[in-house]
């Protein structure tokens, strides 16, 4: 088999998308299953399949609403493949999709959901610490320190980024306003109606210099689920397909020797991915008419935009502008829905509907091109995860 | 007032059941920092693992070094995400990178004013800081401006 078979390149095709209300954390009305159904059921009615035929399940970061649940409340007529992408928490945001559209391009299963389902009130939050009296493993070297949640973990990575290529906080800022400037187009955003300007972030408290608040995701409750099927089945369907050009997901050479060992430490570990992306895709940065990237943490963020070829590091404070980073006439309009930090934080997937909005033509902002949308899954984590779609005129 | 730099209830660091760790947590109790070696390629490796990843010899030696290094990285920390952290204030994180061991870096704080200006390069000397009365106890390695 030549290389050129072993690829997803326009074989799959997302042909549903479906998402709940969204919810600050801990007040959804509804159970976090329930979330998950609803979400699934709005992606089916979207792509006009019926529920009963979905054959497969594809979740990340230890998903709660388990496969053999929803198949069995759903009546799905049998289960073919049930996965979930190992490690990375937010990381596996793409891979989640990428590993429903492999099981399909390999006749594992003909119809796969894709989704997050979170209701942090019922759960566990990320940005909490949870309340142990011992720690061992990587959190050991960390937890007695103070180093106890995401924004602990992630500041001085972007620190040192900050201070190996003279990145300035202007440039986090840009993206964080980037994020709330397109929240206020999009009615599904927590933060609809709720601008952020310049004043606003520089005088916002510190969380972890140099991570301001407005630098860090929200925590929300809510549920996203996309609808996958082969190509040649999408053709018949309700939504114009939209398809997978390219998917990667892992992690680059002991990214992840804990604690902070990384070799690469300033790095959102997109370099060996970014590369895997575009080979399948067969396209480069230049062909990427806008990103949604997820953000933990802007810097991350950051990171992940010049990893991917959009710029060098030492060229950020030009190129991350709001002007640049906003739809419709920027040169790289970024997280178009809202993302993470002014969307919904549904650990990263609703980026992944708004990718597939963009290339439909449906988002609220949308960019002039919009016929290859990038989605970047959670960056400075190990195994990461990104994802290419792009409309059947790239096949 | 007590007599660490972050306020007690924060977790006892502990060995893995398997005990990969066990040395370098306890050589901390005895003020001494250990780090592992290859003991057939003399690659440094931390945190700890079973195995070389440079040669894959098994079972890397555990070697003593003194706890001098260099700021890596650093944050000040103001968000509390922990309930013993409420109140407490901004607290300094530095990674160290120890040269005289292969460049590994270890987490600490940064003793002294929260507040005082951190620089990247600068050289520190640790401080091994005793929890006598946590459950169970333990010792950190703490850092300070030289």
Same mark, same amino acid.
């Given at each position: ?395 | ?5 972050? %306020?007690? #209830? ?10 990969? $760790?066990? &040395?370098?947590?306890? !050589? ?38 003194? %706890?001098? #290094? ?10 509390? $995400?922990? &309930?013993?952290?409420? !109140? ?59």
């Amino acid at each position: 088999m030549g290389a050129s078979a072993r690829s997803l390149r326009g074989q799959v095709a997302i042909v549903g998308i479906g998402e709940t209300t969204y919810y600050k954390h801990g007040k959804s009305p509804d159970s976090e299953f329930k979330l998950a159904l609803q979400a699934i059921l709005r992606a089916c009615e979207d792509a006009g399949v019926d529920p009963r035929d979905i054959d497969g399940f594809s979740g990340f970061s230890d998903e709660r609403s388990d496969a053999v649940r929803l198949s069995t409340a759903l009546g799905s007529r049998r289960l073919r493949t049930s996965l979930m992408q190992w490690g990375g928490g937010g990381g596996g945001c793409c891979a989640a999709v990428a590993n429903g559209a492999a099981a399909i391009a390999t006749g594992m299963a003909d119809c796969v959901v894709a989704f997050r389902s979170l209701a942090q009130g019922q759960f566990g939050r990320f940005g909490q610490a949870g309340q142990v009296p011992a720690i061992s493993g990587e959190r050991a070297y960390l937890m007695p320190y103070g180093v106890l949640a995401p924004p602990q973990r992630f500041a001085m990575r972007v620190q040192r980024f900050m201070h190996e290529h003279g990145v300035h906080q202007e440039a986090l800022r840009a993206i964080a306003m980037a994020s709330y400037a397109h929240a206020q187009n999009n009615p599904r955003a927590l933060m609809h109606g709720k601008p952020l300007t310049e004043e606003a972030y520089d005088a916002s408290r510190w969380i972890a210099e140099p991570l301001h608040l407005f630098d860090c995701c929200m925590e929300n409750d809510g549920a996203a689920a996309v609808v996958m099927v082969s190509a040649e089945r999408a053709r018949d369907l309700r939504q114009p397909g939209v398809y997978l050009l390219g998917a990667a997901s892992g992690s680059g050479y002991r990214f992840g020797a804990m604690p902070h060992n990384s070799p690469r430490y300033a790095s959102a570990n997109f370099e060996t991915l970014a590369q895997d992306l575009y080979a399948m895709a067969q396209i480069g940065p230049a062909d990427v008419d806008n990103v949604q990237s997820y953000e933990n943490f802007t810097g991350g963020v950051a990171m992940a935009l010049a990893e991917h070829g959009f710029f060098h590091p030492e060229q950020a404070n030009e190129f991350l502008t709001l002007e640049n980073l906003t739809a419709p006439h920027g040169g790289l309009p970024l997280n178009t829905s809202g993302g993470n930090l002014a969307e919904c934080y549904v650990h990263g997937f609703e980026l992944i509907l708004e990718a597939v909005r963009q290339v439909r033509g449906q988002s609220v902002n949308q960019t002039r091109r919009h016929e290859v949308s990038l989605v970047i899954g959670g960056p400075m984590v190990a195994p990461a995860s990104d994802l290419l779609l792009g409309s059947a005129n790239l096949l | 007032m007590h007599k660490t730099y972050l %306020p007690p #209830g924060l977790p006892s660091p502990i060995p893995e059941p398997d005990g990969l $760790s066990a &040395p370098y947590w306890n !050589g901390l109790r005895q003020e001494r920092l250990l780090v592992q070696r290859c003991k057939a390629c003399c690659t440094w490796q931390f945190g700890p693992e079973w195995l070389c990843h440079a040669c894959l010899q098994f079972d890397p030696d555990w070697v003593e070094v003194a %706890p001098q #290094g260099t700021i890596f990285s650093w944050e000040r920390v103001w968000h509390p $995400s922990h &309930p013993a952290l409420q !109140g407490h204030g901004p607290y300094l994180v530095v990674l160290v990178e120890l040269a005289q061991a292969g460049q590994v870096r270890m987490v600490g704080n940064l003793l002294g004013d929260p507040m005082q200006a951190v620089r990247v390069g600068a050289p520190v000397q640790g401080v091994y800081e005793h929890h006598p009365d946590a459950s169970p106890a333990y010792s950190l390695l703490q850092w300070t401006l030289t």
